[in-house]
């Protein structure tokens, strides 16, 4: 199956800042979604974009997605230092899939 | 809450040993997966499961085999560990009934196979 490709794979930022992840896919998908994972545990799911949406909103987090690009982007606003750990975004590939893909994560660490 | 819980967090084991994984959810999902995680590579599924006595292999499912007997329990198993399989294994699940494609993951299992 073809992987998402993150970028960066890591980031470094100070307690404050933004933080931006991107990702790429090759396939059709009618959903993207975005996970955490805090060090050694498991992921967590964070948002989900449909294909017909172009921003998503929860909280600190917001979401793009542009399929005629086949890429989306994470941002985390006024980032804290538990927002530290690995993003990874997945989806779908292919109409009727069970199988996630999941990109390989953007490592991000937040310094207090 | 959805809860999915995994046997153990640290496992080692020696080559040659059979290996039971064991994966439990309480949320009547339909929907269970194991992946494993190594740096650089990612998560990889490597068996899932979409109903009872159902198993369907994912991109690596060499060297391993699955049962799941009981909706809520998918066990992963090596049949003679190797020390290419130390690794996160990862479990998780889903369900697609109530429209919702969001997986549910347990804390994993890091096995080492010595």
């Known amino acids: 199956s073809q992987q998402g490709e993150e970028d960066p794979q890591a980031l470094s930022i100070q307690e404050g800042e933004n933080a931006t992840m991107n990702c790429s896919y090759k396939?059709?998908?009618?959903?993207l979604q975005w996970y955490r994972q805090n060090s050694g545990r498991g992921l967590v799911h964070l948002i989900l974009i449909r294909s017909n949406e172009r921003e998503k909103h929860s909280g600190r987090l917001r979401v793009t997605l542009d399929t005629s690009k086949k890429s989306s982007s994470l941002l985390i606003t006024a980032s804290r230092a538990a927002d530290t750990a690995s993003y990874f975004c997945a989806f779908y590939s292919g109409a009727g899939s069970y199988q996630l893909t999941f990109g390989k994560g953007t490592k991000l660490s937040v310094i207090p | 809450d959805v809860k999915v819980t995994q046997s153990s967090r640290y496992l080692v084991k020696r080559t040659g040993e059979k290996v039971f994984l064991e994966c439990v959810q309480d949320m009547d999902h339909e929907n269970m997966f194991w992946y494993r995680q190594d740096p650089g590579l990612g998560l990889r599924l490597i068996y899932f499961?979409?109903?009872?006595?159902?198993?369907e292999k994912g991109d690596i499912p060499e060297g391993y085999s699955v049962s799941r007997e009981k909706k809520e329990r998918f066990s992963l198993i090596l049949e003679s560990a190797s020390t290419n399989q130390t690794s996160m294994y990862l479990c998780a699940s889903s369900s697609w009934t109530s429209g919702s494609y969001e997986q549910y993951f347990g804390p994993g299992t890091r096995l080492t196979v010595t």
């Open positions: 499961s979409y109903d009872v006595k159902m198993k």
């Open positions: 396939t059709s998908i009618n959903n």
